[in-house]
């Protein structure tokens, strides 16, 4: 298809293309009723029709629907530009009908709203704004001109003109209405499933990163044997070959490779292939494992641990969950994104809950977008104009995504997050004075994340050492 032709669909295309079979299904039904109505209106209440062209409208619609069910495969899906044509022409064909029947006399004028409707969920905006005037005009246009509806006396059936006024109104009023709402409605679904896609996509790295540690420490373990049996081996050629130097030379380089293989192992993983203690670790150790890919990016990150009133002063080990890690690692990056210098990490336990709180001493979130941080596609994070913040955050959209999967994951693991600054006069937490930018506050109850007692406690078990 030419570029000029479908350049102004491509604004806000939908990714969910509906099938053509479905709508030749609808089409179908409006057939079926259409014939219906007619019918109905000349044999039971004998009403004067031009039934020539009605039956040349609705023919017209039945050879457009055997012609796509021949011309088209089952699985045939329309693209952004042929849904339109679809629903233009089901608009047209409807509105012709109406014209031949009373226009706004005719009660069956409140179907128009559904080609409306149809694109307000289907379409991009430009589209939908397109049938959606086309609607107001052809409604506009049929309550000046249409033919009047006879009965079999010849008198004619008509409406008064303040009702007439009164459907054109509300027929105005229903297609803005539900054409709008429609549309936010489907654009919101249409992006939270995308944000949804992204937060999966997220996770699922996350886990293969996880998954990947495991099948490292079992490499170790299943390789150390065969690396002690090649040492050997070598070892007991080097004193076979003393008398020929070129051969113990190669047993050499065999036995400093095993060696090497051996040390490459170790660096990469030391537990054996189901270590508990890679399921598991201080809470200290995931905020680090967290923040490591952030704290060489010029800021300073603090860490701090301490235990609440009457808690434990031992620090809890938790459980290493991909979402949990993920997330944390959103919110230290946002942290350090928007951070002048410093960001601080700083953790508290009791024996209910855990919580971390990330704190910068940025500028703080904005008041005006503050209660809708966690929602995908938020475009302005602080109150600073777009170019500057993009400026600040090279490499990022800055659409609220990362806040978005980062707030998903963690309260899939049973948290729940809180956002606010630190200035802010309505908060009774005690904040130092130079943390005075944003504050994210994660909690979990104790019991969800716990790895040694709660619901997800790991049972204790010996890890297989390596033997190499």
């Not at 090649?230 to 400093?256: G, H, V």
Request: aromatic share 8%; proline share 5%.
């Amino acid at each position: 298809m030419p570029e000029s032709n479908v350049g102004i669909w491509r604004g806000q295309e939908r990714s969910s293309w509906i099938r053509l079979r479905t709508l030749i299904l609808l089409r179908w039904v409006a057939i079926a009723g259409q014939i219906g109505a007619i019918t109905a209106a000349q044999r039971m209440y004998h009403l004067q029709l031009e039934l020539a062209l009605c039956y040349l409208a609705i023919g017209i619609s039945v050879a457009v629907n055997i012609s796509a069910m021949f011309l088209f495969p089952e699985n045939k899906r329309l693209s952004e530009f042929e849904n339109f044509l679809m629903v233009l022409y089901d608009l047209l064909q409807l509105a012709f009908l109406l014209y031949l029947t009373g226009g706004l006399n005719n009660p069956f004028a409140l179907l128009l709203l559904a080609p409306v409707t149809i694109s307000a969920n289907v379409l991009g905006l430009r589209a939908a704004l397109i049938v959606g005037g086309t609607a107001i005009l052809l409604v506009t246009l049929l309550a000046q001109f249409n033919l009047p509806l006879r009965t079999a006396e010849g008198f004619i059936l008509r409406t008064p003109e303040i009702f007439i006024f009164g459907n054109w109104a509300a027929i105005i009023i229903a297609a803005a209405f539900m054409g709008a709402y429609s549309f936010r409605i489907n654009s919101e679904m249409q992006t939270m499933s995308e944000a949804l896609s992204a937060t999966h996509m997220a996770l699922s790295r996350e886990q293969k990163l996880t998954d990947l540690g495991g099948v490292v420490a079992a490499a170790a373990h299943e390789l150390g044997t065969p690396l002690a049996t090649i040492k050997l081996t070598s070892s007991e050629l080097i004193e076979e070959l003393q008398d020929q130097p070129e051969l113990r030379e190669d047993a050499e380089l065999i036995r400093q490779q095993a060696d090497r293989c051996r040390d490459i192992l170790r660096d990469m993983g030391r537990a054996g292939k189901d270590d508990l203690h890679l399921r598991q670790a201080p809470i200290s150790a995931v905020l680090r494992e967290a923040a490591e890919p952030h704290m060489q990016r010029g800021k300073e990150i603090h860490f701090s641990e301490h235990p609440g009133e009457g808690a434990n002063p031992q620090q809890p080990a938790i459980l290493r969950l991909p979402e949990v890690i993920h997330g944390l690692r959103n919110l230290i990056q946002n942290a350090v994104d928007f951070a002048d210098a410093n960001v601080w990490v700083e953790m508290k336990w009791t024996d209910d809950q855990i919580r971390v709180r990330i704190i910068d001493d940025g500028h703080g979130f904005p008041p005006q977008v503050i209660g809708r941080i966690g929602d995908p596609f938020v475009r302005r994070r602080r109150g600073e104009p777009e170019a500057h913040a993009s400026t600040n955050r090279p490499g990022y959209e800055g659409m609220g995504l990362g806040l978005f999967i980062a707030k998903t994951l963690l309260e899939r693991s049973g948290a729940s997050l809180s956002f606010f600054n630190g200035l802010d006069p309505y908060r009774t937490v005690p904040i130092r004075p130079d943390q005075s930018g944003a504050i994210v506050q994660v909690t979990w109850p104790r019991s969800k994340i716990d790895a040694q007692r709660g619901e997800f406690a790991l049972s204790p078990g010996a890890n297989r050492p390596i033997e190499i």
